[in-house]
């Protein structure tokens, strides 16, 4: 695919998301010249990405503004970002919790504005992002949208705003439940007796290797669970272990649904 990259992009704080997603477009070919960051730090960021610490006095035509600082900082920046705004500049916002309705509020001048919901792994070009937009965003802003994440990794349209923070539970946060259960993994090892060091490594590669081999099987993980699992062995006394009372889905459900309650209420400006 020939990568059509924005001809200007404006992020608005680059921390640890933004910068992930900033780190794989230099790597895919994005020219740094067509970048600025603003940043109140003035810190930089890559070679030949300019920096600012304020608002510029205004837009280049057709600018792309990534919001990438956090969700209860909006209000400051749209007073200071909106003047600035006209109707071909596009917005995508990685504001957890922050609804479509609330940024054409803000951003009464954009046409385009989309939501993207990504994750960390997007750095190494293995993230997921969901995108969500509504038919005020142009067909062609759309699609551009979307080939900029592409490079990032699985895309996902959500087409329906209301589960927007379900996905964000899901694939936005997963990476940190995924972090803890690796953790946890090898902790559970070094409490059965294996050297810490040696069962933090093997938890690891477990995972790893586990979850490039799902991605490439035709069957499911429930499935591969099976076959790991000989009758009468020794796996599937584990197996029994996670699935009694579906402790392991209970537990699950529970902590995805906390995170979705919680973007529910950052929406509701708690
Ligand atoms: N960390 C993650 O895994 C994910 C984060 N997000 C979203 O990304 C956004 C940023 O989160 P992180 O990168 O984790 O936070 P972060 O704290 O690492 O980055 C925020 C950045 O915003 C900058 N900033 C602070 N005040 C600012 C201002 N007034 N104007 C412009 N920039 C300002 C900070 O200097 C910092 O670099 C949040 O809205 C979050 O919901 C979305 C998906 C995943
Ligand atoms: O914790 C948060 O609110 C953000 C959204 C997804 C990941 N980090």
Redesign the pocket.
């Known amino acids: 695919m020939i990568q059509s990259w924005p001809d200007h992009l404006l992020l608005v704080g680059c921390g640890n998301m933004a910068g992930q997603m900033l780190s794989r477009w230099l790597d895919c070919g994005l020219d740094p010249a067509r970048v600025t960051v603003l940043r109140p730090s003035g810190r930089p960021v890559a070679d030949g990405v300019a920096v600012v610490t304020d608002y510029p006095d205004a837009l280049p035509a057709g600018t792309t503004v990534l919001l990438g600082m956090k969700p209860y900082q909006i209000a400051a920046v749209a007073a200071a970002l909106a003047p600035l705004c006209a109707a071909d500049t596009r917005i995508v916002s990685i504001l957890?919790g922050t609804t479509l309705a609330d940024l054409r509020a803000r951003f009464s001048a954009a046409r385009d504005i989309v939501r993207a919901m990504p994750n960390l792994p997007v750095g190494l070009g293995e993230g997921v992002t969901a995108l969500f937009t509504d038919a005020a965003t142009a067909t062609q802003a759309k699609a551009d949208v979307a080939a900029l994440i592409e490079p990032l990794g699985l895309v996902e349209w959500i087409a329906d705003e209301a589960l927007f923070n379900q996905v964000?539970a899901l694939s936005?946060?997963g990476p940190a439940f995924l972090f803890r259960f690796i953790d946890a993994l090898a902790r559970a090892g070094e409490a059965i007796g294996i050297p810490a060091d040696q069962a933090a490594r093997m938890a690891l590669a477990t995972v790893q290797g586990s979850a490039d081999m799902a991605a490439r099987a035709a069957d499911s993980p429930g499935v591969l669970a099976d076959k790991v699992a000989s009758p009468g062995g020794m796996t599937r006394e584990g197996l029994n272990v996670l699935d009694a009372d579906d402790r392991l889905l209970a537990l699950l459900t529970d902590t995805l649904a906390a995170a979705r309650d919680r973007g529910e209420a950052m929406a509701r400006g708690a």
């Open positions: 957890a964000t936005g946060c």
